[in-house]
C-alpha cells in the first residue's frame, strides 16, 4: 500500500481541482480547500492506525527510481518521529483552513491562489518528513521556501515583501551550505560503493573527522536557521508579524520543525561523531535561545512577535532536548515538537481573530475582552497556559520530559533552562492581564466574540491541548521507540542515577 | 605536383552545409523577393533549414568519425549532443526574433535619417536578420567539432562576423545600438588577435595544427613548456572571451544591452553552447595532460568570474544588463565543469549549456514584451507590478529567474548540482564552495525581481505588457515546459547525454 505517496497526492490533486474553479466563487473554492484538509487529515489517521508502534525500522517504505543517473531516488518512509510530525501536520491544516476562513481576503492575489498555494505546501510537508533520500528531502526542502515566500509577501500585512524576502535569503543561505555538504556525501558514497543518496548507505560512509565535522556543520546551519536557534533567528520575527495568523502557524508549527527534525534524522544519523563534537556548543546556543527568546518576548509590544519570540524560547527547549542525547530529552523534544505546534497554533489563531477584530496587533491597544468577548478570552488564556507549560496541558509533559533529560546528563543546562519557564510565566501572564483584564480600552466595547466556525476551528486544538496533558501515553507510545532507537545507534546509554538507591 | 582532391563525408557534414545554403538561399531572397513576402519568406525558410540540419543531426547521432573532413572536423557524442542544443536553442531564438518590430528597417540608414524615415513609412523592412542567424549558427555549429587550430579559427570568425552585424540592428535606440556592435566588434577583433598568437605559439611548440598532433606533443612533453604555456594561454584568452568569463567580460552588459533584445537571447545562449562547446573539447582531448598548467589559472578565473558576476549583477538597475551579469556569473558556473576534467563534467556541462541556453532565451523573449510607446521598457523599476498586470507573464519569468538561482524542481538546479558534484569529485572543492556561495548571492538579484514584479505596486507610466505574437509564445512555453520539466525529471536526458558523450580523438 502505497500510503504516503497517496497523502502527497491528494493535497496535490486538491490544489488542482481548486485551480479549476471560477476565481470568483470563493466560498467553492474555501469548501473545496477544507475539504480537500479533511480527507488528507481522515488518510493520514487511518495511515497511523496501521503503524507498528514497537517497530524501529522504518514503515511504509516505498522506493522509485528518479534520476538513476545521481543513483537519486524518490524514496519514502517513516518512524515514529515522522509519523507524528506528519500527523501534526495535517491535523492543523484543516484547523488553518478553517480557522483562517477570511484572511485571503485582501491579499495581492485571488483568493484562490492563496488556497492552491496552502494545499501545494501541505504536500510538501508531508513530503519533506517522509523522504528517506537525501536528494528528495532537499529538493523538497528547498522547493517549500516558494509557496511561503507568496503567502507571506503577497496576504501578509505591513512590511511584507520585506519579512517575505529576509525568510527566503536566510533558508536559502542555508540551504546553499547543506548543499555543499550534500554534494560531498554523494561524492564520498561514489568513491565508497557507488553514488548513492539513500540515508541508511550514506550514514555508514567512512569519512574523516574533520570532514565530518565541517559536513555535519552544513546541515546543522541550515537546520538551526529553520528551527530559529539564536543567533539565526532574527528572519522569524518579522516574518510571524507579517504573514497571516494561518500562515504562521504552518510556518512555526511545521516548517520550523524540519529544522528540528532534520538535526535528528541527518545531523545525528548521518555524522554521529560530529554531533558529539558539538554537542557542548549547540546545547550553549539552546540555552541562550531559551532565555534570549523569554526576555526578548517580554519585552514585546506587539502581539505576533511576541508569539515569534516565546516559539523561538520553546525552539531553544526542542534543541536542547535532542542533544541531550539521552532518550528521555528525545522524547521530550519529539512531543515538545507536536506540543508546540498547537499551543502555538491556539494563541496565533486566537491572536488573529483579536487582531482582526480590534485592527491592531499591539497588545496596549486591548484591554478587558474578558468582559466583552469571554469565550475568545479563555480560548486565548488557554493557549498561554499551555505555552507557559502549566501542569495539566500537554507542554507541560514535553518540557518536563526535556529537562529530566537533560538533567541527567548536563545538570548547569537544565537548571538554567528551568529559569526560562519562570521567564516564560511573565511573557504569558503579561499580555494576558493587559490584554484580557483591567478597564476595557476605548473602542474595544463592541468587540464581537468568536462565532460558530471559529469556535470549531479552535475546539480540536484546545482538545488536543487538554487531553495529551492528561494523557500523553499514545503519542509516547510511538515516540518512545523511535528516541530510544536513535540514542542507541549513536551508542548513548541513559545515564542512571547513581544516588537514589542508597 | 599532384593534386588529390579531398575526401569530404558530405553526410557528416550536412548539418553545417544545410546551414550554409540556407543563409546562401537567404541571401538571394532578400535581394529577390518582393517585400510583401520576403518576411515570411525568410522565416519559413530559416525554420525549415533549421529543422533539416536538426534531423540530419539526429540522423548522425551515433555516428563517430575523425576523418569527416580530412581531419579537420571530428564527429562524435559530444558534437551531436552540443549540435543538437544548438540547432534547438537556434529554433527557438528564430520563433522570437520573428517579430521583426525588434529591428531596424534599414540598418544601413543612419539613425535618425530621412533613408531610415523613409523605409520605415513605406514599410520596406529588410530582413537581412535571417541569413546572418544562419550563419552565425553555422560558425557555432562548426566551432565546438573543428579539430584542428585553422579550421576552429575559420569557425570563430564565421560565428562572430553576423553576431558584430545582428548587434547593431535594433530598431529603437539605434545609437546604443550600433555602439554594442562597435564594441563587440573591436573587442572581440582583439580576442581573435590573441587567439591567433596562441595558435601561433602552439604551432611552434608541436610542429602541427592538427589537435591530435598538439594533443601528441602535450603528451610525448618533448617540447618547449614555454611555448606550450604561452599557446595556451592565449588560446584561452580568445575562448574565455567569447564566454564572458571575467577579466574577459566587459564587453557582455553593453552588447547585451545594446543589442535588438531576440538576438541578445539567442547571443547568450547559443554563443555559449559553442564556445564551451570548443573549450571541452580543447581542454578535455589536446590539453588535457597538461592539465596541472592551466587548471590552477582557470580555477582561479572561475572564482572570480562566479563572484563578480553576482555581486555586480546585485548593482543592476535594468534588467538586460541584469540578466548580462548573470550570464557571467553562469559561465564562471560552467568553467567549473572544464576544470572537473572529467566524465561527470562533460555530461554535467553539456546538460547545463542546454538547460542554461533554453531559460535564456525564454527570459529574453519575455523581456521583449514589456514595452512602452517608445519600445522595450528595461529599466527594472517600470516592471514594479507586474504580476499584478500580467501574472502569467510575471510568473513565467519568476520561473526563469529561479531557474538560474538554481531553485529545486527547476533545470537550473539539476544543472548546478551536476556540474558542482562534477568538480567536487575531481578534487575541485574551493571552486565549488565558492560556487555555492555565489548561487546564494546571485539568489538575492533574482529574487529581489520577484519582489519587484509581485510584491510592489504598479506605478502608471504606460509600460504595458504586448500580448505575444503566436510564435514567441510558443518560444516562451517551449522554453518554461522544458525548464520545469528538465528540473521534476532530468532522467531521460542525462541518460542520454551520458551515452553519447565521449569524445573520440
Known amino acids: 500500500m502505497t500510503w504516503l505517496t497517496l497523502l502527497m497526492a491528494l493535497p496535490l490533486a486538491g490544489s488542482l481541482a481548486v485551480a479549476a474553479l471560477p476565481k470568483t466563487n470563493e466560498k467553492l473554492v474555501k469548501q473545496t480547500a477544507l475539504a480537500t484538509t479533511l480527507i488528507v487529515m481522515a ?13 524501529v525500522e522504518l514503515q511504509f517504505v516505498e522506493k522509485y527510481s528518479w534520476i538513476p543517473f545521481f543513483g537519486i531516488n524518490y524514496a519514502l518512509g517513516i518512524d515514529g518521529l515522522a509519523l507524528v510530525l506528519i500527523l501534526m501536520s495535517t491535523i492543523l491544516a484543516p484547523v488553518v483552513v478553517l480557522a483562517g476562513w477570511n484572511e485571503s481576503h485582501g491579499g495581492r492575489w485571488s483568493v484562490k491562489t492563496f488556497y492552491i498555494l496552502i494545499l501545494v505546501l501541505e504536500t510538501m510537508m508531508i513530503g519533506v518528513f517522509a523522504a528517506t533520500d537525501v536528494f528528495l528531502f532537499y529538493v523538497i526542502f528547498e522547493a517549500m521556501l516558494i509557496p511561503v515566500y507568496f503567502l507571506i509577501g503577497g496576504y501578509g500585512t505591513g512590511e511584507r515583501s520585506a519579512a517575505a524576502v529576509k525568510f527566503l535569503i536566510y533558508s536559502l543561505f542555508g540551504g546553499l551550505l547543506m548543499l555543499a555538504s550534500i554534494i560531498a556525501l554523494y561524492v564520498m558514497s561514489g568513491a565508497q560503493g557507488g553514488h548513492t543518496f539513500d540515508l541508511a548507505a550514506l550514514s555508514s560512509l567512512e569519512m574523516s573527522s574533520t570532514t565530518q565535522d565541517l559536513l555535519f556543520l552544513g546541515f546543522f546551519i541550515a537546520f538551526a536557521i529553520k528551527a530559529p536557534l539564536w543567533p539565526l533567528h532574527t528572519w522569524l520575527p518579522d516574518a510571524a508579524e507579517s504573514a497571516t495568523p494561518g500562515t504562521s502557524v504552518l510556518l512555526l508549527g511545521v516548517l520550523d520543525k524540519v529544522g528540528t527534525f532534520g538535526m535528528i534524522r541527518y545531523c545525528l544519523t548521518l555524522f554521529p561523531e560530529a554531533s558529539k563534537t558539538f554537542t557542548p556548543m549547540i546545547l550553549v546556543l539552546a540555552v541562550i535561545s531559551i532565555i534570549y527568546g523569554a526576555i526578548l518576548a517580554i519585552g514585546q509590544r506587539d502581539l505576533k512577535r511576541l508569539i515569534a519570540f516565546t516559539s523561538i ?3 531553544g527547549f526542542i534543541t536542547m532536548g535532542i542533544f541531550a542525547m539521552t532518550s528521555q530529552g528525545h522524547s521530550g523534544a519529539t512531543l515538545y515538537m507536536f506540543n508546540h505546534a498547537f499551543s502555538t497554533a491556539a494563541l496565533f489563531l486566537v491572536g488573529g481573530w483579536m487582531i482582526s477584530r480590534r485592527g491592531s496587533s499591539t497588545i496596549a491597544d486591548f484591554g478587558g475582552l474578558q468582559r466583552i468577548t469571554p469565550v475568545m478570552a479563555w480560548m486565548f488564556f488557554l493557549a498561554g497556559m499551555s505555552s507557559l507549560a502549566l501542569p495539566g496541558l500537554s507542554s507541560f509533559v514535553s518540557e518536563f520530559l526535556v529537562l529530566v533529560g537533560t538533567f541527567t546528563r548536563y545538570p548547569a543546562h537544565a537548571v538554567i533552562a528551568t529559569c526560562g519557564i519562570v521567564l516564560a510565566a511573565l511573557y ?35 482538545a488536543i491541548i487538554v487531553v495529551l496533558g492528561f494523557y500523553p501515553s499514545p503519542l509516547l507510545k510511538v515516540i518512545n521507540p523511535a528516541a530510544s532507537h536513535v540514542i542507541a545507534q549513536l551508542g548513548f546509554n541513559d545515564p542512571v542515577p547513581t544516588n537514589g538507591s542508597k | 605536383m599532384v593534386f588529390t582532391a579531398p575526401v569530404l563525408n558530405y553526410t557528416l557534414l550536412s548539418p553545417i552545409l544545410i546551414l550554409l545554403a540556407g543563409a546562401l538561399i537567404g541571401v538571394l531572397v532578400e535581394a529577390f523577393v518582393s517585400k510583401a513576402l520576403r518576411s515570411i519568406t525568410q522565416l519559413t525558410l ?15 547521432r551515433n555516428a563517430q568519425s575523425t576523418t569527416a573532413a580530412m581531419g579537420s572536423v571530428v564527429i562524435d557524442g559530444p558534437a551531436i549532443l552540443l549540435q543538437a542544443s544548438i540547432l534547438i536553442i537556434a529554433i527557438i531564438s528564430v520563433f522570437v526574433i520573428a517579430d521583426t518590430d525588434h529591428f531596424t528597417a534599414l540598418a544601413a540608414a543612419l539613425p535618425g535619417s530621412d533613408e531610415e524615415r523613409h523605409a520605415v513609412q513605406t514599410g520596406n523592412q529588410v530582413t537581412e536578420v535571417y541569413p546572418l542567424t544562419l550563419f552565425a549558427i553555422s560558425g557555432m555549429m562548426l566551432f565546438p567539432v573543428s579539430s584542428d587550430l585553422i579550421t576552429l579559427f575559420v569557425a570563430l570568425e564565421m560565428l562572430s562576423l553576423p553576431l558584430y552585424l545582428m548587434a547593431g540592428l535594433s530598431r529603437r535606440r539605434r545609437l546604443a545600438s550600433q555602439e554594442a556592435a562597435l564594441k563587440y566588434f573591436l573587442l572581440g577583433a582583439f580576442s581573435s588577435a590573441f587567439f591567433l598568437f596562441g595558435m601561433a605559439y602552439l604551432y611552434g611548440y608541436s610542429a602541427s595544427v592538427t589537435f591530435a598532433g598538439i594533443r601528441e606533443s602535450v603528451v610525448g612533453g618533448s617540447g ?16 574565455l572571451f567569447k564566454v564572458g568569463a571575467v577579466p574577459f567580460h566587459a564587453w557582455s552588459p553593453d552588447v547585451y544591452q545594446g543589442a535588438p533584445t531576440p538576438i541578445t537571447g539567442f547571443m547568450a ?7 564551451f562547446g570548443a573549450m571541452l573539447r580543447i581542454y578535455y582531448t589536446v590539453f588535457a595532460n597538461a592539465q596541472w598548467s592551466w587548471s590552477p589559472l582557470l580555477s582561479a578565473i572561475a572564482v572570480i568570474t562566479m563572484l563578480f558576476g553576482s555581486f555586480v549583477a546585485i548593482a543592476q538597475r535594468d534588467v538586460k544588463r541584469m540578466l548580462a551579469y548573470s550570464s557571467i556569473a553562469h559561465a564562471g558556473f560552467l568553467l ?20 542554461y541556453g533554453v531559460a535564456t532565451v525564454g527570459a529574453f523573449a519575455i523581456v521583449t514584451l514589456v514595452r512602452d510607446s517608445a519600445g522595450e521598457v528595461t529599466d527594472l523599476n517600470r516592471w514594479k507590478g507586474l504580476g499584478k498586470r500580467s501574472p502569467w507573464v510575471a510568473a513565467t519569468f519568476a520561473g526563469f529567474l529561479l531557474a538560474f538561482a538554481g531553485i529545486p524542481l527547476t533545470s537550473g538546479f539539476i544543472g548546478k548540482f551536476s556540474i558542482f558534484s562534477a568538480a567536487y569529485e575531481s578534487g575541485a572543492k574551493g571552486v565549488v564552495i565558492v560556487g555555492v556561495l555565489s548561487s546564494a548571492i546571485a539568489a538575492f538579484f533574482y529574487i529581489r525581481v520577484i519582489v519587484l514584479m509581485f510584491f510592489t505596486d504598479p506605478v502608471q507610466d504606460g509600460t504595458s505588457v504586448e500580448i505575444p505574437s503566436e510564435l514567441t509564445r510558443i518560444a516562451i512555453i517551449f522554453s518554461i515546459v522544458v525548464t520545469i520539466a528538465l528540473g521534476v525529471y532530468p532522467a531521460p536526458l542525462l541518460d542520454f547525454i551520458t551515452n553519447l558523450a565521449i569524445f573520440i580523438r
Open chain 2, 336 to 355: 567549473a565543469g572544464v576544470i572537473a576534467l572529467n566524465k561527470a563534467g562533460l555530461d554535467a556541462s553539456i546538460f547545463y549549456l542546454f538547460a
Open chain 2, 224 to 239: 618547449n613548456d614555454v611555448l606550450l604555456l604561452i599557446g595556451i594561454a592565449f588560446v584561452s584568452i580568445g575562448l
Open chain 1, 428 to 462: 504569558i501572564l503579561i499580555p494576558v492581564q493587559k490584554a484580557l483584564h483591567g478597564p476595557t480600552t476605548p473602542g474595544n466595547e463592541n468587540l464581537s466574540d468568536l462565532n460558530l466556525r471559529e469556535k470549531i476551528a479552535i475546539a480540536p486544538v484546545i
Open chain 1, 313 to 315: 524560547s520553546h525552539f
Open chain 2, 269 to 275: 545562449a547559443a554563443t555559449k553552447i559553442a564556445a
Open chain 2, 46 to 60: 530559416t525554420i525549415g533549414t533549421l529543422v533539416l540540419s536538426l534531423a540530419q543531426v539526429w540522423k548522425i
Open chain 1, 43 to 55: 488518510a493520514t489517521i487511518a495511515m497511523a492506525l496501521g503503524f507498528q508502534r514497537d517497530n
